[in-house]
């Protein structure tokens, strides 16, 4: 089966994968997907290294990009220094955390570390649009990065226009309707209509609901299904709902090339459906992802309420940091979406793409003869 948007970039399947892993993209786009990078993790010179590394071992195919464009991002923001910004956090909420993170006895880094975690964060503060654009000139440097997906609301038009001037697509990330024409009316070249199910920020709304909505708003704009997929059973209800397309997340968590700690593996593969939460506590905005204790703590009636972006990922990433470098498992926590009670043992890109078709194919089959 082909459909248009998998001409528009010359792809085999319809499956694009989002992930912060550069082997991950790699291994998608060569077994003829689109892998995409996920940037909110790197500096610009972080990222100018993972692209020219994924230019090299994606033998020649397409790959993408996703940035960060948050809606309604208070350019306030975009020029304070790290230690003015980190002055913005409430007396309340810093004695929130270090509470927290004593009761459980996780070691402090020194002070001279945790600046430099602090100075690094914020150069890397991918949360304003001036940061999302200075991404993409690194980007525009990489004739293979041919998507740029655009998440937490719609790029700015000058950034489309640009985009498409050196040859890229630009999709975005929708949770509602109401998104998706907006984003129709800016331009874009692809929707993403992504259900509450799904891994990291989500809106309201499920897959099954959101997506023929959003199919119908976005007309001859080609649509991936995002959300709760991770079979090929599931890859053809999006499909029947009216996507051209899927767009899957959590599913790369658990193969070999993903980037995860051993131990958030472990609690991925022993996780059921019911073992995830949407919170505020890692960005301001809701995110799903793996419960554990640091992130139930946020939902408590006596936790301080969630600061609004960027406040919140300042205030939460060190104490991230320190659990991941001190390995308190117990407080482990990683983005992933409902489908993780699905993921059952460790596998490759190329047997998750490789499974996700041939069940598909099946499910066809037994469509067109019932
Ligand atoms: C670990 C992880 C981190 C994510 N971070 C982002 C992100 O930074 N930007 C983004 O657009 N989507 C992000 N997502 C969401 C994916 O793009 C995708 O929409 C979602 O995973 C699809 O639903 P699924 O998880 O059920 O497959 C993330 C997903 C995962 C698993």
Known sequence: MRTPVMDMFGLDSPIFGFSHCRDVVAAISRCGGMGTLGTS????????????WIDTHSDGRPYGVDVLFPYGSPKEYENLTPASLEKLLPQEHRDFVKNFLDKYKVPQFPEEQRQQILNEYMSDLTRTHREAERRLEVVY???????????????PRHVIDKSHELGRKVAGLVGHPKHAKRQVDLGIDVIVAQGWEAAG??????TMVLVPQVVDIAGSVPVLAAGGIATGRQMAAG???????VWCGTIWLTTVESEVLPE???????????????SRYGTGKPARRISSPWVLA??????????????QSMLTNEPDERIKKFRVAELMTYAAGQCVGQLHEETTVKQVMQD????????????NQE
Do not use: C, Y
């Open 239 to 245: 499909l029947a709902l009216g996507a051209q397309g």
């Open 41 to 52: 993790h790197f500096t610009a010179d972080q990222l100018e290294r993972e692209l020219s």
């Open 356 to 367: 996700l078709l041939t069940e598909f194919a099946d499910a066809r089959e037994r469509l």
């Open 298 to 311: 946020w939902e408590q009636p006596d936790a301080p309420k969630p600061l609004p972006m960027p406040l």
């Open 264 to 278: 958030i593996k472990k609690k991925l593969f022993e996780a059921t459906s019911s073992d995830t939460l949407r």
């Open 141 to 155: 440097r990489h004739p293979q990065a041919k998507l740029i997906v655009s998440a937490l609301g719609p790029p």
């Open 201 to 206: 920020h989500t809106g309201e709304i499920s």
